[in-house]
């Protein structure tokens, strides 16, 4: 029933023609190709790619053009994702720190945004001390601190970014929430134009 869709998402994966008789058959990797044009600033193009190796293909890229700029050494493989800065088995450790914090926060709402944030979650709710300071609330767990973490430091600028392309909570908020939502942003981004 058409009617009843929440959502949906089609995405396209660019492939590299390396002359594969068959798309199935054709390379997963990435490509790189550099045009360097005499006297003008080089276009390097990436084809292909996977996200589980965006580090190494964005290290290839500045290998590609290494030779047009002063290179600092490499650095990804040694440093976390932000927020990533725990052991590979520490998110329990950090669900449990989170609901010691703010007690107020369910076990399921803790797991999200741990699972989301990490140890960024001190940046999330910086300043909250108790459950009005999260508020207002949009939905079971979405929260204008969040919100606000989101549009400062993550470049959300409208609902859509917020509920589909940052939390995936689009599954789960209803119309209503989703309407106050975009007047929470609009305001707060109206607020900030106003205060540069």
Excluded: C
Aim: charged residues 30%; neutral net charge; glycine residues 8%.
């Amino acid at each position: 029933m058409p009617e009843r869709v929440v959502h949906t998402f089609a995405g396209v994966r660019p492939l590299y023609d390396d002359g594969a008789a068959k798309a199935k058959d054709a390379t997963r990797d990435y490509v790189l190709a550099l045009d360097p044009p005499y006297r003008e600033a080089p276009l390097l193009t990436v084809y292909g790619g996977k996200i589980t190796t965006y580090r190494r293909l964005a290290e290839a890229a500045l290998d590609e053009i290494a030779r047009y700029f002063v290179p600092a050494p490499a650095w990804t493989d040694t440093v976390p994702l932000p927020g990533g800065d725990f052991p590979w088995d520490g998110i329990e450790a950090l669900r449990v720190r989170a609901q010691g914090l703010w007690p107020f926060l369910s076990e399921t709402h803790a797991r999200r945004l741990v699972g989301a944030y990490g140890t960024r979650l001190d940046r999330v709710f910086d300043g909250v001390r108790r459950p009005d300071d999260l508020a207002p609330r949009f939905g079971a767990e979405l929260t204008a601190a969040e919100v606000r973490y989101l549009m400062r430091h993550e470049w959300a600028v409208t609902a859509e970014d917020v509920l589909w392309r940052r939390s995936k909570l689009g599954l789960t908020i209803g119309r209503d929430d989703e309407s106050a939502l975009a007047r929470f942003m609009a305001d707060a981004g109206e607020r900030k134009s106003a205060a540069q």
